[in-house]
């Protein structure tokens, strides 16, 4: 009787995930307002207004999906009500029945069949049987009825607390339909005054060229501290052998790091999906001009696993400006690859990973234009077109 156990556990579980995203939708939008009284970047502008528009989309989805939920559950449990009031309706009946009965006639009769049972032949345990259904099926009659009054109160003050809930979800939901209306127009005019504004226009682009140099400047730092690792194992070497040849002594030496034959394998794709943006000169989503792209760009649903497209050591996690959270693989021979824009991390710094082993979620942090991964392959400072990248073996 009543919404059934699964369908109450489904809606707590809907009202948490909702809960969650109401929490970071009145962070986003804290950050948007901030943005009134600080000076931002043109393109992190655009970011968090596309993020905001994405997250209010998801919470309205999430809002429909409850409101289907507690309404198959509001008519489940107005169907039960139905059913358990015509049995107690029934209930009542036989009761009414039974009290006219005995203010009629009494309880003599009983005490017949009592006294009967009690001093007749017979099998014992029958009798026990029958002396106990005569004493108690009156108040078993009523312990029953009492019983399904009392699941039946259960269940109503369930239906209202359901109802409430679904007249709560409705007006969120559309309030938040206007709201996304009014963002909607609101980052159309932003994107409007960018194609005519050339001064919003230039500023956007130096945003855009400074974030690319500190993409570059990353992997050039790491590449830099990769030779100079090499080059102090290499001096190491040469005092252990000279150390040797003065002493004439057995020196046990560490075998050096290498990955593991158990890990290698062919590349893979780090993430299904469509290709959104390729490698070189790409004309940029919101600039409108041809902007060159150290990577490219994948198309990603929420909660779409990002796998290391090849086994390696994590190197970086870190926000990096226009990619957002990111991490970057460093693979053998001094090949770095770059993972953008993700919604969570599942590795830290120092990890080895394997090839295709989830490292995070994509999301849409710091990108202009959705849920999507940035990906970028570079061989020692130079970058290269990571869907060839994968091609090799």
Known sequence: MGAPKKTDAQIKEQKTALK???????????????????????LNTISLLDQNLNQTRTYINELSKSEVMVQRALEQLAHDIDSLDSKIAVRKEVMKRRIRTLYVSGRSTEAKALYSLLTQEGNPERQAYWVHHILYQDKEEVETLTRMV????????????????LVSMRTKKAAEEKGLLNQMSGQEQMLMS??????????ALEEFERNQKTMLALIKKLEEKRKKEIEAAKKAEAERKKAKGKKKEKVITKPKKT???????????????????????QEH??????????????????????????????????????????VIIEHEGGTYS?????????????????????????????SLNGIKLYFQVSEGTQTVDPLQWLKTK
């Open 20 to 42: 969650k995203l109401e929490t970071d939708l009145a962070k986003k939008r804290k950050e948007i307002a901030q943005l009134e009284n600080e000076e931002k970047g043109v």
């Open 150 to 165: 009392r699941e039946r109160d259960e269940m109503k003050q369930q239906q209202s607390e359901h109802l409430v809930d």
């Open 194 to 203: 960018l194609k005519h504004d050339k001064a919003m226009q230039r500023k």
């Open 259 to 281: 990955i593991a034959a158990s890990v290698k394998g062919p590349k893979c794709m780090p993430l299904e999906g469509e290709i959104i943006s390729q490698y070189g000169l």
């Open 285 to 326: 989503p919101v600039l409108h001009i041809a902007t060159r792209n150290l990577g490219v760009e994948i198309r990603g649903k929420r909660g779409g696993a990002v796998r290391a497209a090849a086994p390696g050591t994590v190197v970086m996690v870190s926000e990096i400006d226009g990619r957002g959270p990111s």
């Open 338 to 366: 770059v993972y953008g824009h993700l919604r969570s991390i599942r590795v830290q710094e120092g990890k080895e990973v394997r090839n295709c082993e989830e490292i995070g979620e994509v999301g849409d942090i710091a």
